[in-house]
């Protein structure tokens, strides 16, 4: 598939894909793909399921899980889901094999259950998956008991929580400065 003029191409992308055909950008990008992976469970709102994907597109994850529904407005993703793997699972029980069995630890980002911690105080892992649910119920029982950790991103003024769209973003932000940009900085490659 033939390109476009990269002067013309009006795609939200960085000046070094202009101009690719879309599969050209995915190959790209998955050449230096990071080892994070983001699963979405009970997710109401298109709108924040697109935001989430565009997301995890910025920050080169390898993956995105969508657990239970298959559909969601892909306009609040703007194209991004174009360039990395979305993956659907029909229920918690094949998404968790398919963790366990790459040897993946499961972080949610939750704040309504007892055994939240502040993410701040979080050592991140390379193989980590970011698991994040709905505003209103926030993640199920069923997938909440089976993550291997549970963090909260910590509130300051008077709601308790941030929108999923944002705090998978700064999730995933978090994960990249622990294990991308400090390893950069330490001078490992």
């Not at 997301?55 to 993956?63: C, E, I, P, R, Y």
């Not at 998404?95 to 939240?116: L, P």
């Not at 929580?161 to 950069?184: D, F, H, T």
Request: charged residues 30%.
């Amino acid at each position: 598939m033939r390109g476009m003029d990269a002067k013309t191409d009006t795609r939200n992308l960085r000046d070094e894909y202009k101009g690719l055909p879309n599969e050209a950008v995915f190959d790209e990008l998955a050449k230096k793909r990071s080892d994070l992976e983001v699963a979405i469970e009970n997710v109401e709102h298109d709108f924040n399921v697109g935001t989430i994907v565009r997301s995890a597109n910025n920050f080169n994850v390898a993956k995105v899980h969508i657990i239970g529904r298959h559909k969601y407005n892909r306009r609040g993703a703007m194209c991004t889901d174009k360039y990395l793997e979305v993956v659907y699972w029909p229920d918690v029980e094949s998404f968790y094999a398919d963790q366990k069995a790459r040897n993946r630890e499961v972080v949610a980002i939750e704040n309504n259950t007892s055994r939240v911690q502040p993410l701040v105080n979080k050592k991140f892992i390379q193989a980590t998956t970011l698991l994040f649910g709905s505003e209103g119920g926030g993640l199920t029982e069923k997938i909440l008991e089976k993550a291997d950790d549970v963090r909260e991103i910590e509130s300051f003024g008077s709601t308790r929580s941030v929108n999923v769209g944002v705090a998978a973003g700064i999730a995933m932000y978090e994960w990249v400065r622990q294990c991308v940009l400090q390893r950069k900085s330490d001078g490992e490659a």
